[in-house]
């Protein structure tokens, strides 16, 4: 009878910590990324039809959207806070690629939590730590926004810093990418500071003639012989800095910044771009919507009363409790958009939690059950004495 109990008691105890942990890294981010959906487009925004005559949800690309990874680097980053975090973001990307089946997935800055000063050796190896946690299929197309972190703040950033980060991810930082007749327009914000650093003059250069290009392709004009033609429509601009606001007071939701946060004041050039270069932008490009990170919060935003913004919050656990990441339908004439929630991290550990308070009272009753209640508390306060 003892021998028998004792195997059933450590099969149980095998089955609890191996069920607690196949649950808590592996089989959570099913349940919770199955929660979420493609949203519909709405008729009401952009008309029945797509510029070919079907359907509009026919016509328009699934993009998915996230910000602020953080990859820890070798200096600030402890080992276990590194597994941890990186292996939380590699699960949920490979979990919500496989349910969710994005064309194109946008991330908006800040990969790396060290690019700004991490050596050659140290880059390298965050580089081949980025491509294991974010693989994708040849199906879907990644497209990766440069954020401070990754280059510097504007006073840190340097050539060979930029050209690093655009040779690794095979692209110009400011560009324009075309899907589906959709303009998707990619900003390098870090030097947006407009005071005429050779970074900021080359950047905003790129930027005129990009806005240049645009309104000649929707004004369909013959007077602009030698310009890029893009499809006729406002694009999506995609930063990493948000526009200018005050602060995040007008911000709500389960991941907008914490109460006692949302009244402070951002610093612009800091926390959000000037005001010059943000009416710049909106009025070199009259976007039709804005996706930006840097913050780690969410919030949306009108300016000017036309044009929206969106802030999508980090996808890191190092960052917040609750990370989560934008699903956007987007056609030439409208967009949808609808956030997905990943599991939360204080939930991972209450499993933990009860796992291993499961696993004392298991062994508990065991003791008790094998040597009877006194014997088990005399054993117990000799440990506490030791």
């Known amino acids: 009878m003892p021998r028998f109990s004792a195997r059933w008691v450590v099969l149980l105890v095998l089955i609890l910590l191996v069920g607690a942990f196949f649950y808590c890294e592996y089989l959570i981010y099913f349940p919770t990324i199955l929660k979420c959906a493609w ?14 005559g079907r359907p509009l949800d026919s016509t328009s690309v699934r993009a998915m959207v996230l910000s602020d990874t953080h990859l820890l680097g070798a200096v600030g980053g402890h080992w276990f806070d590194k597994l941890r975090r990186e292996w939380q973001m590699e699960r949920a990307f490979q979990t919500a690629l496989w349910l969710l089946k994005p064309e194109i997935v946008f991330i908006l800055g800040d990969i790396f939590d060290e690019g700004k000063w991490s050596s050659q050796k140290h880059w390298e190896d965050d580089v081949r730590r980025f491509h294991r946690m974010f693989r994708h299929s040849a199906e879907t197309e990644l497209v990766v926004l440069v954020g401070n972190h990754d280059i510097g703040f504007h006073y840190e950033m340097d050539w060979f810093k930029l ?3 655009e040779k690794v991810f095979n692209a110009s930082s400011t560009r324009i990418v075309t899907k589906k007749g ?3 327009l990619l900003v390098n914000s870090v030097a947006l500071h407009g005071d005429g650093c050779p970074i900021c003059q080359s950047v905003e250069k790129e930027l005129i003639k990009l806005s240049r290009d645009l309104n000649c392709s929707l004004q369909n004009s013959g007077s602009c012989e030698g310009s890029q033609t893009y499809p006729p429509t406002p694009p999506i601009m995609l930063q990493h800095y948000p526009l200018f606001r005050v602060s995040d007071a007008g911000c709500t ?17 800091y926390d959000v771009l000037s005001k010059e270069a943000s009416q710049r932008l909106l009025q070199w490009f009259k976007p039709r919507l804005i996706l930006s990170g840097h913050t780690h919060s969410g919030c949306e935003v ?8 969106i802030s999508v919050p ?6 917040r409790n609750n990370p989560s990441f934008i699903l956007a339908s987007v056609s030439p004439g409208s967009f949808a958009m609808s956030k997905c929630f990943l599991p939360e991290e204080s939930t991972v550990i209450g499993v933990y939690c009860s796992a291993g308070g499961c696993l004392l009272l298991l062994l508990l009753a065991h003791c008790v059950w094998m040597k009877g209640l006194l014997q088990c508390l005399s054993l117990l306060g000799k440990h506490k004495s030791l």
Not at 39 to 51: L, Y
Not at 314 to 319: G, I
């Open 39 to 52: 949203p519909k487009i709405s008729h009401a925004r952009g008309g029945g039809e797509g510029i070919d």
């Open 302 to 309: 009108l300016h000017d009363n036309k044009y929206p913004e």
């Open 253 to 269: 939701g389960r991941d907008a910044a914490p109460p006692e946060e949302r009244h402070l004041l951002f610093r612009e050039k």
């Open 163 to 165: 050209q690093r980060f």
């Open 314 to 319: 980090s996808f890191s656990w190092r960052n």
């Open 182 to 184: 959709v303009n998707f």
